[in-house]
């Protein structure tokens, strides 16, 4: 039903996808050769710095063992999704 948090291609990989769900939330997404259904709302309300702090414990936590996401990383790629929808 969720993608797992555990050692997945999404957590580990890009970063900018990463954020990019948690700016515009998740539907339908194949993750890993397996397909997930529910959906994830859109948590953009929150500050670049806490959608950074939850996305590098995320990273680093669970079994996971993935580089911090930085707030100016969050900052960017949220300034690049505002112009794209312009």
Do not use: H
């Amino acid at each position: 039903m969720n993608p797992p948090l555990v050692k997945t291609s999404l957590v580990l990989g890009s970063k900018e996808k990463l954020i990019d769900i948690v700016l515009n939330g998740m539907s339908r997404q194949e993750i890993d050769g397996e397909t997930y259904n529910n959906i994830m709302p859109s948590f953009a309300f929150l500050k670049d710095k806490e959608i950074a702090d939850v996305l590098t414990y995320v990273r680093k936590s669970f079994g996971n063992n993935a580089g911090p996401v930085s707030e100016s990383e969050v900052r960017k790629i949220r300034a690049k999704l505002s112009s794209a929808k312009k």
